[in-house]
């Protein structure tokens, strides 16, 4: 099993305020998704990256994957009330199964 | 709404009865999987179809545990002599043959007694 190792696996802060959570591993994956999730509900796809060093934004969400593949970082500008959620890294090991972190649980508080 | 839907959202059953889920993936996707996710864990992995082949059981399925896919669209979940370690999210996900985006339905909670 490869393991996905996020942190902080709690985070709160002030509306306005910057964020950065981290998704780790010590396996190279072919891809990997970022993943946002709201008490009793699916987890709501945000963004695949695929390439090594490939960056993708979504308005104020930045997203990278590592270099080697292996890790990735979400990145929040200007954090508002509404990105409060559990944000889930899940790697795809090539073999159609995706690997989940535990999820970085981001509260912004207004 | 062409999302993912499962069936039911809640399910409350008494340990040792036999509960059965349902998933609807998006339309055109070929690839089905379920996931279970407990409390403050990630998803895990349990089973895909391609199809209506079952190709792949994580060894988190044990033998109450047991999936199908019959004409290749919807899929069934069935536990059988449910245990109070069943507890958990019950979570589908379809995807297009060969696309790495799997896209989620709202998943079964499910209690046992």
């Known amino acids: 099993t490869q393991l996905l190792e996020q942190s902080p696996q709690f985070l709160s802060i002030q509306e306005g305020e910057n964020l950065t959570v981290y998704c780790n591993s010590s396996?190279?994956?072919?891809?990997l998704q970022w993943y946002r999730q709201e008490p009793g509900e699916g987890p709501v796809l945000l963004v695949t990256?695929?390439?090594?060093?490939e960056v993708k934004k979504l308005k104020r969400l930045t997203f990278q994957f590592g270099d080697a593949r292996k890790d990735s970082s979400l990145h929040i500008t200007a954090a508002q009330p509404g990105d409060t959620g559990l944000y889930l890294c899940?790697?795809?090991?090539?073999?159609?199964?995706?690997?989940f972190g535990k999820g970085n649980q981001v509260v912004v508080i207004p | 709404d062409t999302g993912v839907s499962q069936n039911p959202r809640h399910k409350i059953t008494k340990r040792g009865q036999n509960v059965t889920f349902r998933c609807d993936p998006i339309s055109e996707h070929n690839r089905l999987y379920w996931y279970r996710q407990t409390l403050g864990q990630g998803p895990e992995f349990l089973t895909y179809f391609q199809n209506e082949a079952q190709l792949e059981k994580s060894r988190l399925l044990s033998d109450r545990f047991s999936a199908e896919r019959p004409k290749g669209s919807f899929s069934t979940l069935e536990i059988q002599r449910t245990e109070q370690g069943d507890s958990a999210m019950y979570l589908c996900?379809?995807?297009?043959?060969?696309?790495?985006?799997?896209?989620f339905g709202p998943g079964t909670r499910l209690t046992v007694l």
């Open positions: 899940a790697g795809d090991d090539g073999n159609n199964r995706l690997a």
């Open positions: 996900a379809s995807s297009l043959y060969r696309e790495n985006e799997q896209f």
């Open positions: 396996s190279v994956f072919s891809s």
């Open positions: 990256v695929v390439t090594g060093g």
